[in-house]
């Protein structure tokens, strides 16, 4: 997993090896960090219901003809990682009072290693391509669980969290604050970062998986996630169609925070309309996009 700037674009003075420095915001947006400095201070929540309707039915004409394997988590996960790559101020994070756009489009998902309320749960992180399509998309992230469930597997965040849980308590505050200091100027250690699902475009949890509905999941102070998107279980519910007339459609709750400091709130207006299109229609998915949008300088 290389977090090197995007081919043909030079690092910079101020830049960091996992994101390129922004330089010609707009002087508020600038501000807003040293205003709200920390994720907490600048959530914002966002919810809706999705119509799984249409990626149910995309869903079964793909399986019948011949790939079984998908499910709605791969259409999910596809629609984020195109969002991503043509609203990529979506992909922007904040770290050491600037705001930086990332070198690459990563997420985060916690799986559990069985079913099972008793299974340990773990973290992957899986980079993807920004013109990639939901089978590649699928392929990729089916790989990474799998190698996450296999007997004694350990991704590598377990390795680096079973590693500072070997010094005592007060050594382990220091090293975190260490981390931290690091991670305000980009310097933390590659190994750490490529580690950390912390340090991640968006951060997705299947709460529909447990059969129960979405939750609002703070965004976590240490790492560089501007994004952390939930959705729960399916639902049916009557609802007015255009014409008036009641229908029952199965319905999928969606809860997303955010930090505010990356983007005005147009922007993630646009981006998650974009979104919840690409939902309703995921046929658009099979195809990369005819080109991928980049962030200012």
């Not at 447990?210 to 560089?224: D, M």
Request: aromatic letters at 10%.
């Amino acid at each position: 997993m290389s977090a090197d700037p995007p081919a043909g674009r030079r690092r910079r003075l101020g830049d960091r090896y996992d994101g390129r420095l922004l330089r010609t915001l707009d002087p508020f947006y600038r501000i807003t960090p040293y205003i709200m400095r920390t994720r907490v201070d600048a959530q914002d929540y966002f919810e809706d219901r999705i119509d799984v309707g249409p990626a149910e039915a995309w869903l079964r004409a793909q399986r019948a003809a011949g790939r079984p394997e998908l499910g709605f988590l791969h259409v999910f996960v596809a629609a984020l990682v195109r969002t991503l790559a043509q609203r990529p101020r979506l992909n922007r994070f904040v770290a050491g009072r600037r705001i930086y756009a990332r070198n690459e489009i990563l997420v985060s998902l916690a799986v559990k290693r069985r079913l099972h309320q008793d299974s340990p749960e773990t973290v992957v992180k899986v980079r993807f391509e920004p013109a990639a399509t939901v089978h590649e998309v699928a392929a990729a992230l089916d790989a990474a669980v799998a190698a996450a469930r296999s007997p004694e597997a350990q991704t590598e965040a377990d390795r680096t969290a079973r590693i500072l849980m070997f010094l005592p308590g007060f050594a382990l505050r220091i090293a975190m604050a260490l981390l931290r200091g690091l991670d305000a100027f980009g310097w933390m250690p590659k190994a750490v970062h490529r580690a950390s699902p912390f340090h991640t475009s968006v951060f997705v949890t299947d709460l529909g998986s447990l059969g129960i509905k979405p939750i609002y999941h703070h965004l976590y102070e240490f790492g560089t996630t501007s994004l952390f998107v939930a959705f729960g279980a399916k639902e049916r519910e009557r609802v007015l169609d255009e014409d008036g007339r009641v229908e029952v459609r199965k319905l999928v709750g969606l809860k997303a925070v955010n930090d505010e400091r990356i983007c005005d709130g147009h922007y993630y207006a646009s981006a998650f309309k974009y979104l919840l299109a690409l939902l309703r229609h995921p046929e658009r998915l099979e195809e990369p996009p005819g080109a991928v949008v980049q962030d200012v300088e």
